[in-house]
């Protein structure tokens, strides 16, 4: 999320502010100013009560734009379009600081004013940016939740269509083997209800029995008339 993305920003950095502060020509700076932890500057720098010298305004002015080195490369302090609220949340801060660190170099502010008007923005900053990493988080657990509630979702409609797949398949089969049933006994009924056919009786062979012809004949002129009895 763009939040966590600025939050890793910030630590990125702080690395290169503390790189800054560490160059050895900032030594004299570094009792004085609180150059990295602003929100929580040591008392010696609070109740500094002298204001910074030519050499220190020298000093300062290069610290200011090595700082400004470090801003323009850290991708927090550009999420205008990425994310409004926390682009302004920084820039804002950014602002706060080179205008307090301006005012220290002009002569305005003692050592001491610099670090607490420092501390007192710089904590205004973190714990806005605080609050914007719990909401964020909040939504992230909403948005899980309702990633996970989907699933869930998706995982009981899963198991419902398999389930009315299944009872749908079982509907169907039972239809079938009752229409198949339903033609059995169709044709067994009708089969029933068709004549029955007559046994076939067999008739008794009766064998062929000799008998006695008697023939006569009468002659009729040219012609025999025979008669057989």
């Given amino acids: 999320m763009a939040l966590t993305a600025s939050l890793g920003a910030i630590a990125s950095d702080e690395d290169c502010f503390s790189k800054v502060a560490s160059v050895s020509k900032y030594a004299p700076l570094q009792t004085k100013i609180e150059m990295v932890n602003a929100a929580s500057p040591p008392v010696k720098v609070l109740t500094n009560q002298s204001k910074p010298n030519k050499a220190e305004k020298k000093l300062i002015a290069e610290w200011m734009a090595e700082l400004e080195q470090c801003i323009s490369i850290t991708p927090a302090y550009n999420m205008d379009k990425e994310a409004p609220v926390l682009g302004n949340l920084f820039k804002s801060q950014i602002l706060s600081f080179f205008t307090q660190t301006a005012n220290l170099q002009a002569g305005k502010f003692t050592f001491g004013e610099y670090a607490n008007v420092r501390a007192t923005t710089t904590t205004a900053f973190l714990t806005q940016l605080a609050k914007l990493s719990a909401e964020e988080e ?29 009872e749908r398949r079982m509907a169907e089969q039972q239809m079938a083997e009752q229409a198949a049933e339903s033609r059995r006994q169709a ?31 009468q002659q009729l002129g040219q012609f025999t008339n025979c008669t057989s009895r």
Wanted: hydrophobic share 25%; net charge positive.
């Fill in 187 to 217: 044709a067994l009924q009708y089969l029933a209800n068709q004549p029955r056919p007559q046994p076939y009786q067999v008739q008794p062979y009766v064998m062929p029995t000799n008998r006695t012809t008697t023939t006569q004949c």
């Fill in 138 to 166: 909040e939504r992230n657990r909403a948005i899980e939740k309702a990633r996970d509630e989907r699933a869930a979702q998706a995982e009981r409609d899963g198991q419902q269509a398999k389930r009315l797949a299944y």
